[in-house]
Each structure stands twice: as structure tokens, then as C-alpha cells.
């Protein structure tokens, strides 16, 4: 049986960045969710209506450009996971 592979984190999130994720929308489309956050309720951090940590919030305001790379680390941190180390009970080195 082979592996399954995790999703990305974040992409079962109806948010912009899980929609981004899923291929749903692209990164330029940030502009309009923006827009559309501006134009409703706003109780909500801007950060948490597109599905952004602070961090990511942070470097995205720093400069646009840093969509893309939120998104690549997105889809790659899953790949990179530290595995479960399998427990060694009774054994002696």
C-alpha cells in the first residue's frame, strides 16, 4: 500500500490562501479579496480572512511579491514534516 500524502496545510480552508492552494484562484486575485474585505465586516483581521498567519501577513505586506513564496512554502512545509519517531520501549543501546 502505498503512502498517502498529506494534504497542504491550509488548503481545506475556504479562504483565499486555501482556495489559492486548491488552484482555485490565482495569487493575483489577492487584490479583489482585499478589496472585498474592505467592502464587508471587518471584524475579522485581514490576515485571518485570506487565511494568513501574522508571519505570512507580515512578509506580504513587505512587498507583494511574497505571495508566491508563502504559497510555496505552504505546499512544501507538508513534505518536510519531522516523522514520528517509533517508540523504544525495553530497548538498550
Keep these: 500500500m502505498a503512502a498517502k500524502i498529506p ?9 483565499f490562501l486555501g482556495r489559492c492552494l486548491r488552484g482555485e484562484v490565482t495569487s493575483a486575485a489577492v487584490t479583489d479579496e482585499i478589496i472585498r474585505w474592505n467592502a464587508g465586516d471587518r ?14 501577513w507580515a512578509l506580504y ?4 511579491g511574497h ?4 504559497l510555496q512554502e505552504r505546499r512544501t512545509r507538508h513534505l518536510h514534516r519531522p ?11
Design 7 to 15: 494534504s497542504v496545510p491550509g488548503s481545506a480552508a475556504d479562504n
Design 43 to 56: 471584524r475579522v483581521p485581514i490576515h485571518t480572512f485570506l487565511g494568513l498567519t501574522d508571519a505570512e
Design 83 to 93: 516523522q514520528p519517531v517509533p517508540a523504544m520501549r525495553g530497548r538498550r543501546f
Design 61 to 64: 505586506v513587505e512587498a507583494e
Design 67 to 70: 505571495l508566491e513564496r508563502i
